[in-house]
């Protein structure tokens, strides 16, 4: 059986958001990918455009780089949704100098209330080095927070490394 919500975790370029996009392809259902990124560059753009080309015409794509709370009451236990990336969302949130604290809860509250399977994808962000600036520093510290939470919300988690994936929670099914 496929768990109802699930967890993906991996450093950059680790394969985490391809695997995600296969595994909630088993669900058989019809597929939201919630896109969180805002494009502010040709290498974000590129970045997008690669994901773009490895979904087909049976996703239904919903950009919002902020908000989730509607797109996630909106869905049906019909649909299965993945939620690529929370690292952006936060990243967008930050951005905004918004109450980090108080939109995480909002998140967590938002995949509870949801009633579609969900799968949101997130960087590993504390296994490197100490950032040298504050504002990264405050970025690694509300990731590894946000991260914390989302793994407490799932019944799977799973890291992802060299495009291998390792359950940390529950089982793979």
Known sequence: MLPAS???????????SEWAEKFIESYDLPMI????????????????????NRRDGRWETIEEP?????ALASLS???AVLI??????LTNHMMQDSDLSTEQDA????????????VIVSNE????????NALARQFREAQGRLNI??????????????????SLKGRLP
Do not use: N
């Open 33 to 52: 990918y919630l896109a969180t990124g805002q494009i502010f560059d040709d290498e974000v753009a590129a970045k997008v455009a690669k994901h773009k």
């Open 66 to 70: 902020l908000d989730l709370a509607p």
């Open 149 to 166: 939470a989302l793994a407490q919300q799932a019944g799977l988690v799973v890291q992802v490394v060299a495009g291998l994936p390792q």
């Open 125 to 132: 962000v504390g296994q490197g080095i100490v950032p040298e």
């Open 84 to 89: 690529d990336c929370a690292t952006m969302w």
């Open 107 to 118: 998140l967590i509250e938002a995949l509870t209330a949801c009633r579609a399977p969900w």
């Open 6 to 16: 699930t967890f993906v975790l991996g450093g950059a370029a680790s394969g985490k």
């Open 77 to 79: 236990e019909k649909q």
